[in-house]
């Protein structure tokens, strides 16, 4: 059962199909530190545009096991990094009828793409549209390399997005939300709390309303992407946000809205907003 009063009225027909129950045992004062060297914001005040929703913003790796919040404590431990040097190599390989690699560009990623992540997804002025970091990869294969673009939830693009991420470690996720980013983002807060499915929730029904309590074996978390791409021991390879937003919208036995649809953009611009302030940290780990 739902345990908070304000549970914006779930309906009879999603209380009868999904049981709510109590928080498991979490330790909430552990630190995130990678390394022993990255600190990481895993809890700080919600900005401001979540005023009534949410008061305080939780990375999910806060809800997450001791077992599996470790893995993600040592780059040696994480399973995601082997993803990240794949993608290293992918760096600097030639590829495409202009004969270039990322690095004849943008040299070396550590500097080159520090920061990156962390404002993404972005407005980009020339192509006037609000693009996430694998829009704009994929731009510079197509039309910066003359490649192939690549599946947008493949494991090499979800790779390149992982080893970019990388680079912004420990940053603050700091998206805008205002300017021509606007539309976009008020879009994604639309799809956000639009009810999906026979079950008939919204993703603030589970991540704002439930947060904390426990939906069948899962603990659940707010739906934070600060963690993007994540290594999940379930599927045991890097998933980005779009792959975890479908499996979401699934579960509530709705058809979903594509990868990379304008639908997923836009919620991806939104739910990142809602995580300004925490930490990046991919690749992370959770269940
Ligand atoms: C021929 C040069 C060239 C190559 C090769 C190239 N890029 Fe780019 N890249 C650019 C330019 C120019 C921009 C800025 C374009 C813009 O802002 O629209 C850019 C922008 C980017 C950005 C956004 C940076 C930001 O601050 O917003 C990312 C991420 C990126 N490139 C990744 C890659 C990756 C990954 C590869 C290899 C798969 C690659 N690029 C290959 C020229 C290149
Ligand atoms: C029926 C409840 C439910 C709904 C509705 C739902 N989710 Fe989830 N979601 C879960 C569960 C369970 C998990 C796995 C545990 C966790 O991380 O919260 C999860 C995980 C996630 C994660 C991974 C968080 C992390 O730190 O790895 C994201 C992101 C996410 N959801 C976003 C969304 C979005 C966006 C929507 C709406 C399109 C949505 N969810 C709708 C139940 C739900």
């Known amino acids: 059962m739902t345990k908070r009063s304000g549970s914006k009225a779930l309906t009879w027909m999603a209380l009868s199909s999904v049981v709510f129950a109590a928080p498991a045992l979490a330790d909430e004062s552990a630190k995130l530190v990678v390394n022993d060297e990255i600190e990481m914001i895993t ?57 270039k690699s990322c690095a004849s560009c943008h040299d070396d990623v550590e500097s080159s793409m520090a920061g990156v992540r962390a404002v993404y997804p972005k407005w980009n002025e020339e192509a006037e549209e609000v693009r996430t970091l694998v829009m704009q990869i994929n731009d510079c ?39 021509p980013a606007q539309s976009t983002w ?64 699934r579960d509530t036995r709705a058809e979903t809205f594509k990868p990379g649809s304008d639908e997923f953009v836009a919620l991806e611009l939104y739910v990142a907003s809602r995580g300004n ?10 269940n």
């Open 141 to 179: 294969r197509e039309n910066q390399m003359g490649a192939e673009p690549l599946k947008y939830t493949s494991g090499k693009m979800t790779a390149m997005e992982a080893l970019i991420s990388v680079q912004s470690r420990g940053m603050p996720v700091d998206v805008a939300i205002d300017g």
């Open 43 to 99: 809890e700080t005040d919600a900005p401001a545009h979540l005023d009534g929703a949410l008061g305080t913003i939780r990375s999910g790796w806060t809800f997450r096991t001791s077992e599996t919040q470790v893995l993600q404590m040592d780059d040696f431990d994480n399973p995601g990094m082997i993803f990240v040097d794949q993608a290293l190599d992918q760096w600097n390989t030639v590829e495409g009828s202009a004969g």
């Open 277 to 286: 302030g925490l930490s990046v940290e991919a690749p992370s780990v959770r």
């Open 186 to 249: 008020e879009r994604g807060k639309d799809i956000y709390y639009t009810r999906f499915g026979q079950l008939d929730l919204s993703c603030a029904n589970c991540h704002e309303d439930n947060y904390d309590n426990m939906i069948r074996a899962d603990h659940l978390s707010q739906g934070q992407i600060n963690g993007f791409p994540v290594y999940r021991l379930k599927n045991t390879k890097l998933n980005n946000a779009h792959a975890r937003f479908k499996g979401c919208i």
